[in-house]
């Protein structure tokens, strides 16, 4: 329903769209969706993917992600890491790869993020490369592993910490397929209900019953501005006061008698 309405507000009528406005997009949540035109496509006779909605990775986001590794046209090591240790500068490298590539696996062509790859693994080892004062080919060759994932064996680059008497912690780069992920299900969860807690002052007004007389009646209740308006303790304070010091609370229900009681008996010596 999201998609559609994005879709008519973009101006497009399924059946009814004009050459430029099949490669129109509508942006929404960091994709571009676009209705799909393709006469080659056949499937039962029928062109099964013309008016399909689709997801696509927008270039600007591409070149976005790039650019953080790149400096005078090519990738560029980091300077800023290189003091860091081998399994940190793998690591991250490895969860800001995984980030975008993993939010972009709902796109149809999530493929174009090979070049991403590219510019951020070829970073990782010249940031490596310099460190040790090596070439970009040997910290390939160093860090170059296999990895069984829900895909199959993939390529990464690794790097592991080693700590004694514990498990070596590993850092990966990379082991993502590169394509839609049809498995994914979409869900979208309506607002939880919160239930605030009700106020202590309207049960006891519920009561209707006096709690400076302990008498049921017909109740109101009398307000302090603050517990320093109680006055100081000792024999000159007055009894609501002392009950509501008691109870802490700078409201007291009392019935009509009472409140009148109190506003004639008010606090000698308010702080």
Not at 11 to 40: C, K, M, N
Request: include cysteine; hydrophobic fraction near 40%.
């Amino acid at each position: 329903m999201i998609t559609a309405g994005l879709l008519r507000a973009a101006g497009w009528v399924r059946g009814r769209e004009a050459p430029a406005q099949r490669r129109r997009r509508a942006r929404f949540l960091g994709y571009d969706i676009t209705v799909q035109h393709s006469s080659t496509k056949i499937t039962n006779g029928r062109r099964s993917v013309s008016g399909q909605i689709a997801l696509r990775v927008p270039p600007e986001v591409v070149r976005a992600q790039c650019a953080r590794y790149r400096q005078h046209g090519k990738p560029w090591p980091r300077p800023r890491l290189q003091n860091l240790d081998d399994y940190d500068i793998v690591r991250v490298y490895g969860a800001e790869y995984a980030g975008v590539v993993s939010y972009y696996l709902l796109a149809r062509d999530v493929w174009r993020l090979s070049k991403l790859y590219w510019h951020a693994v070829t970073s990782m080892l010249k940031t490596l490369a310099a460190k040790h004062n090596s070439t970009v080919t040997k910290m390939a060759a160093c860090y170059r592993a296999k990895i069984v994932t829900s895909d199959g064996l993939r390529r990464c680059f690794e790097a592991r910490l080693t700590r004694e008497g514990k498990q070596d912690l590993v850092a990966r780069f990379g082991g993502i397929a590169l394509r839609q992920d049809r498995r994914a299900v979409i869900t979208d969860p309506g607002p939880v209900p919160v239930r605030l807690p009700r106020k202590e002052l309207l049960p006891r007004l519920r009561r209707r019953y006096c709690e400076l007389c302990d008498k049921g009646a017909t109740v109101a209740v009398h307000q302090v501005a603050g517990l320093k308006q109680l006055g100081i303790p000792g024999p000159g304070q007055p009894a609501w006061a002392v009950l509501m010091a008691k109870m802490r609370r700078k409201t007291l229900v009392v019935c009509a008698p009472c409140h009148e009681h109190i506003h004639a008996n008010p606090v000698a010596h308010a702080a």
